[in-house]
């Protein structure tokens, strides 16, 4: 069973950063589709980043484009969301999820996941 663990939310303030981390366990990390999902309160799950974890090409939804950065350790088994120059909007429980996939690209959105870690809160205040 593959399991997902993430770290790295906190508060910080508008113009900062922060970078989360996804631990995966029980599983393959390689040939995997990977993503980084947002839910502020009151609102659906919106997905920000995605990357496959051997082939490597990325996808960032446009709010996060130019600020938001994914990327991997495959020895480590991680994936990494560095977050610069947040924002107010950017406050949200944030999710890492995976899925199996040969290659490719991988998409942002939030049915085409199997598995989900249990999130790590980003507050950003002004």
């Known amino acids: 069973q593959v399991q997902l663990v993430e770290s790295g939310g906190g508060s910080v303030q508008v113009g900062g950063s922060l970078r989360l981390s996804c631990v995966v366990s029980g599983g393959t990390f390689s040939s995997k589709c990977m993503g980084w999902f947002r839910q502020a309160p009151g609102k659906g799950r919106e997905g920000t980043a995605s990357i496959h974890t051997t082939t490597g090409p990325t996808t960032y939804a446009a709010s996060v484009k130019g600020r938001f950065t994914i990327s991997r350790d495959n020895a480590k088994n991680t994936l990494y969301l560095q977050m610069n120059n947040l924002k107010p909007e950017d406050t949200a429980m944030y999710f890492c999820?995976?899925?199996?996939?040969?290659?490719?690209?991988?998409?942002?959105?939030?049915?085409?996941?199997?598995?989900w870690g249990q999130g790590t809160q980003v507050t950003v205040s002004s």
């Open positions: 999820a995976a899925k199996n996939a040969p290659g490719g690209s991988c998409p942002v959105r939030e049915s085409a996941y199997t598995y």
